[in-house]
């Protein structure tokens, strides 16, 4: 546990969030710790589910801002 636990500290140790974008890291982290622990190798699978499921918020983070940006210009625009 305390190997998930330094592995979440790190991540957020290295990359800067927005609030937002930081407790949906922390859930995501949470979820491939759950996953990891249900396997026979939770060491050796967390890390790649840790950045499989970080690398999905960070697609949403992104498609949403995409949407906000166009959304922003149709309200501008009318």
Do not use: C
């Not at 759950?34 to 967390?46: E, G, I, K, M, S």
């Amino acid at each position: 546990m305390k190997t998930y636990q330094g592995a979440k500290k790190n991540y957020f140790a290295l990359n800067e969030t927005p609030v937002v974008q930081d407790r949906m890291f922390r859930l995501a982290l949470n979820e491939a710790e759950a996953l990891a622990w249900q396997t026979d190798y939770p060491q050796l699978v967390f890390p790649i589910l840790a950045t499989e499921k970080t690398q999905a918020v960070t697609e949403w983070n992104a498609r949403q801002e995409r949407l906000h940006q166009k959304d922003s210009v149709r309200v501008m625009s009318n």
